[in-house]
């Protein structure tokens, strides 16, 4: 088996039979992340607690809980980065966002982005894909798979077009994807450092995004070939937008796009 074990059993009647059987058994902390272990002393300090006192505790730790890990963490445990992998990015533009949020407070306008970002997350999650950056009001998206990447930008859609807001208007994004190597490496010092995802087909999504008006989705060549080989009905759902797309710092490099119009049905 992958984990490493030889054999395993299923014990019937789970917990209740195997304390019965006299076995020991052993709190276990739920914000530990995988691989990470409690000693027997701070376990014995969790089992004394009051009732009080874990009440504090669940409270303090629903504001300071770990994060849970992502691709790019998973990653950084497996390799000795920097590693280079094909990924698919998908950006994620909410458009209009600054007349927006002009007349909101501060904390209005963090709802209202939060809102928008929660949508985005959660679609990008099922479909196995993660988020590696929120930027201001917008987020970057990778994925190990063409066609997740881009079932994930048609949810993405589709959920926020049915999302109504307080004022009976809807969220509007731009989408953009493209795929390529990519390497993942730190950047920053030893006092303030990060995972970075850097390479050609990042910036290259990032410059279609402007390309296309609220609620289209615009993909590179590449994407769409892709899709030919491994999802051809979603292949089909693409029309060529541009042969030969005139984009900043790419005058070297003949970019065709394919889109799914803004009111293509859902």
Known sequence: MSEGFESVYILENGLEAWQSAGYPTTEVD???LPGQSVSRDSNAAVTDMTE?????????????HAFLPGLVENYANQYKLPIKRDLT???????????TVVGKSPEEALAFVQRFM?????????????????????????????????QAALKIREALSNETLEDGSRFRARLSLDVGPTVIGVVGTSL??????????????????????????????????CLREEAPALAERFA??????????????????????????L
């Open 89 to 99: 990015v998908l950006f994620v533009d909410l458009a209009d966002s600054t007349a």
């Open 30 to 32: 739920p914000d530990l």
């Open 118 to 150: 929660g949508l985005v997350t959660g679609v990008a999650l099922s479909f196995c894909g993660d988020v590696k950056d929120y930027e201001g009001d917008g987020a970057l998206l990778y994925f190990e798979s063409v066609t997740e990447a881009t």
């Open 240 to 265: 060529l937008f541009n042969e030969r797309l005139e984009l900043k710092g790419f005058e070297q490099q003949v970019v065709t796009a394919y889109a799914i119009a803004d009111n293509e049905p």
């Open 52 to 64: 009080s006192e874990r009440a504090s505790q669940e409270s303090e730790k629903t504001h300071t």
């Open 192 to 225: 303030r450092r990060s995972v970075a995802l850097i390479g050609p087909s990042i910036n290259l999504a990032a410059r279609l995004l402007k390309q296309i008006p609220p609620d289209g989705i615009i993909a590179t060549k590449t994407i769409v070939d």
